[in-house]
DNA sequence: TTGAAAGCGCTAACAC
DNA sequence: GTGTTAGCGCTTTCAA
């Protein structure tokens, strides 16, 4: 059996609050009880019992990490980012995958698991407007990733508009004149996706050039498969197209394939710009341009925050109100938009 | 403040007892007091305390999984399998980094966390022989995708030499005589770089191939940047190459693309196939054959036989001896080894 | 500087 | 079928 505060008390010939004391690194402890009790320690091979200590000061040292799912590369290289922020703040972090399902990620919100997580970092995706009040909850949260309005919680965002205007000024600049956007979802308002649409139609206007919903691909998620399906849905259509604006890097991905298989040259015949700057993108041939979003800034911004609330609602007092932290986003200039 | 069984069980004017067998399924419970009490917890929005739960019962429904990083798509893909197949199981995953690193790898075997979880997960890659005492751990422990030699736990583990050789036999008989293998690592003897390596060797063999030195690409990590450097400095050796064995799909990305940018055609000139079986292996242009280990069955393996560990271990006894776990594989053919 | 003891919320043995 | 209660291992007041 793993030993206790008591055997290692008993050991040492102490009481365990003594132990408790040296354990938890309190000053006032003579040099000498210090030595015995750690030596104590280290006969018996003591690790505290974390389920008891958490039940004791109703903090566990653990904080939740919901997003659609790691085989998103996206999702993978964050959670990789936030797991390493938490362990330099001596955090531990639970993940949990929603699959971007509705159902999902309201259960995540009220799973018996947040009863042993100190607060929650969450990244939605089918969530809209009519949920927002279910971010409401009584635990810190911090939301990733979306523009939902006025969430009762804090909420770190990338500047989704804007770095997708930015991509599409990219492509005119280059010369694109018909630009198609893949991505899109049906319907949506406030995700990820209806934001960089709003962007590319933003960029459009601001060049002067139409917007063409034949331009558009809808999507249901945003994988590889997904960018092929819609490029090639939308070569199918016959129409003209001299760039592709993929609403992330790994839909440009597949749209650039498709566009190769369809035996457009990239980037000379069409210019492809993809959002998130993952590893990959470095790769493909052509290289794919891109939107940086400063991952890394959201990662660490996230975790600091959700520990500083967390912090804050263990020392009492009022809590201050829930902000939104934006974080800065630049453009990658890499192959699949070079002019020849 | 949340609520607690006793509030629960006041509201609803029964003992904590009769609401904790209502909370916990215990089937010999009125009906009409089963009502009241759900009711009540209804009302009062009653969430178990798991951090209580757990002190008590001396487990916690949380598993850990330990891996190198999960920026490297296999343990991202990995991961998110592992996390569905607990979730299945009513059990939530702490997931740890180690950054492939030994200090690292041994820290997550002694850390604090194994406190908080029943069991651990623990995919190695720095660890050899030499740390195998290690690994004699007083918690349920699953060692995934190396083979140790006779560790004191449970290990699935794929067929690292047998794959990597039906990879190599595979560009044999598509005529390559001068096969590059990208991705060793130097000194190693027992992970996976090792035994893929001693694959190699067999293939060449076997089809009666000189083993060249030469052709023989060292790495630090796997991932895309390390395939490519690779690759570059074989080219720069000035040898004939007319095959290439990534040692995993990321090194092999990352060595396609340098192969295409010293003017390789693939696979006219120079055949390529990795390992993993990753979703990004169906788009780079040529798609890249590869190794299909199942990570699928390795995920699902690894989690049920952790599982029946930790139920073994609760339920008291002699613990049954540790078992190997072998899961198939099977050869994908893509565009990257086609014959012309 | 150290010790005694209460109690965090839960489960389960035992009593009724 | 339901209630009483001890105690899981820890932190922390309060006393000494």
Known sequence: MAATLRDVAELAGVSIKTVSNVVRGYQHVRESTRAT?????????????LSARSLRIGRSGVIGLALPELALPYFAELAGAVIDEAKAAGVTVLVE?????????????????????????????????????????DYPLVI?????FDPACDHVVMDNVEGARAAVAHLVAAGCRRIAAVGAHLGEEQGSAALRLRGYREALEEAGLPYDEDLVGYVGMWHRVDGAEAMRALLARGIEIDGVFGMNDTLAFGALRALQDAG???????????????????????SLSTVDPGRLEI???????????????AAGGEPSPPQRYTTGFR?????????R
């Open 97 to 137: 995958q929603t699959g971007a399902e509705l159902d999902a990620e309201h259960g995540v919100l009220r799973s018996p698991t947040r009863q042993l997580t100190d607060g929650l970092v969450f990244s939605p995706l089918a969530m809209g407007q009519d949920d927002v009040d279910r971010l409401d909850v």
């Open 264 to 286: 457009r040259r990239v980037p000379d015949d069409v210019r492809v710009i993809g959002f998130d700057d993952l590893d990959e993108t470095r790769y493909t041939a052509p």
């Open 144 to 148: 990733l990733g979306e523009r939902i």
């Open 299 to 313: 990662a660490r911004t996230a975790v600091r925050v959700l520990l500083e609330r967390i912090a804050e609602r």
């Open 37 to 49: 009790v750690l030596a104590a320690i280290a006969e018996t091979g003591y690790q505290p019992n």
């Open 331 to 339: 453009i990658v200039e890499r192959e699949s938009t070079r002019a």
